[in-house]
T-cell receptor, first 111, second 112 residues
Framework: QKEVEQDPGPLSVPEGAIVSLNCTYSNSAFQYFMWYRQYSRKGPELLMYTYSSGNKEDGRFTAQVDKSSKYISLFIRDSQPSDSATYLC???????????FGGGTRVLVKP | EAQVTQNPRYLITVTGKKLTVTCSQNMNHEYMSWYRQDPGLGLRQIYYSMNVEVTDKGDVPEGYKVSRKEKRNFPLILESPSPNQTSLYFCASCFNRGGGYTFGSGTRLTVV
C-alpha cells in the first residue's frame, strides 16, 4: 500500500462548480502538507502549504488538514477551464524534508 | 524572477554515454532536490542536498550522482545511462525553514 493515496480521476466538473480533492496517508509523522498543480509538460506549481491540522484559504483555494483522520483536502471554488490540470498532494515530516507525493488527480473543468 | 532553471529541457542519448543535467536556483534556497516522474509511479526523490557539500540519497538513487559545490547549483549526473532511466526529471529547491519546494520546468530524458 502506498504511503499517500490519491484518486487518479479524471474528475470532470462544469465551469463554476466546486472542485473537491483529497488524499489519505498512513505516516502519522507527516507535519507539512502541500498541494501542487501540474499542467501538461510543466513542473509542479505550489498552490497551498500548511503546517499541522487546520484550514487555510487563499483566494479560490481552501486547504484542510485533519491529522487525526490522516486526511487532507483541497477545494477550488468557482472553477475555471484554466483550472484543468493534475493536482498533486505532497507531505513531509520536517520543513524542507523529502516530499512524499500522491499519484495526482486529473481535473477537467468544462466550459 | 524567482525560479529554478533546468537544462536541457529535452535530451535523447544512447546507453552508456555520460550526461549531466544542470539545475540552478536564484532564491538563495538551502535545500535542493532531484525527482523523477514516471507514469503509474508518480514523483520520486533521487537525491537531495541540505546545503553546500551536504548531499544524501533519496528513494531511487541508483545510477545517479550529484554534487553541491555552490549554493545555487545542483547538477544531476548519469555516469552510464540505461533505458530504465528514461523519465521526466525535476529539480526543486526551498528554504530550510520550509514554505514548500519550487520546481523547475523539467527535463525529459530518453535513453535508447
Amino acid at each position: 500500500q502506498k504511503e499517500v493515496e490519491q484518486d487518479p480521476g479524471p474528475l470532470s466538473v462544469p465551469e463554476g462548480a466546486i472542485v473537491s480533492l483529497n488524499c489519505t496517508y498512513s505516516n502519522s509523522a507527516f507535519q507539512y502538507f502541500m498541494w501542487y498543480r501540474q499542467y501538461s509538460r510543466k513542473g509542479p506549481e505550489l498552490l497551498m502549504y500548511t503546517y499541522s491540522s487546520g484550514n487555510k484559504e487563499d483566494g479560490r483555494f481552501t486547504a484542510q488538514v485533519d491529522k487525526s483522520s490522516k486526511y487532507i483536502s483541497l477545494f477550488i471554488r468557482d472553477s475555471q477551464p484554466s483550472d484543468s490540470a493534475t493536482y498533486l498532494c505532497a507531505m513531509s515530516v520536517a520543513a524542507g524534508n523529502k516530499l512524499t507525493f500522491g499519484g495526482g488527480t486529473r481535473v477537467l473543468v468544462k466550459p | 524572477e524567482a525560479q529554478v532553471t533546468q537544462n536541457p529541457r529535452y535530451l535523447i542519448t544512447v546507453t552508456g554515454k555520460k550526461l549531466t543535467v544542470t539545475c540552478s536556483q536564484n532564491m538563495n534556497h538551502e535545500y535542493m532536490s532531484w525527482y523523477r516522474q514516471d507514469p503509474g509511479l508518480g514523483l520520486r526523490q533521487i537525491y537531495y542536498s541540505m546545503n553546500v557539500e551536504v548531499t544524501d540519497k533519496g528513494d531511487v538513487p541508483e545510477g545517479y550522482k550529484v554534487s553541491r559545490k555552490e549554493k545555487r547549483n545542483f547538477p544531476l549526473i548519469l555516469e552510464s545511462p540505461s533505458p530504465n532511466q528514461t523519465s521526466l526529471y525535476f529539480c526543486a529547491s526551498c528554504f530550510n525553514r520550509g514554505g514548500g519546494y519550487t520546481f523547475g520546468s523539467g527535463t525529459r530524458l530518453t535513453v535508447v
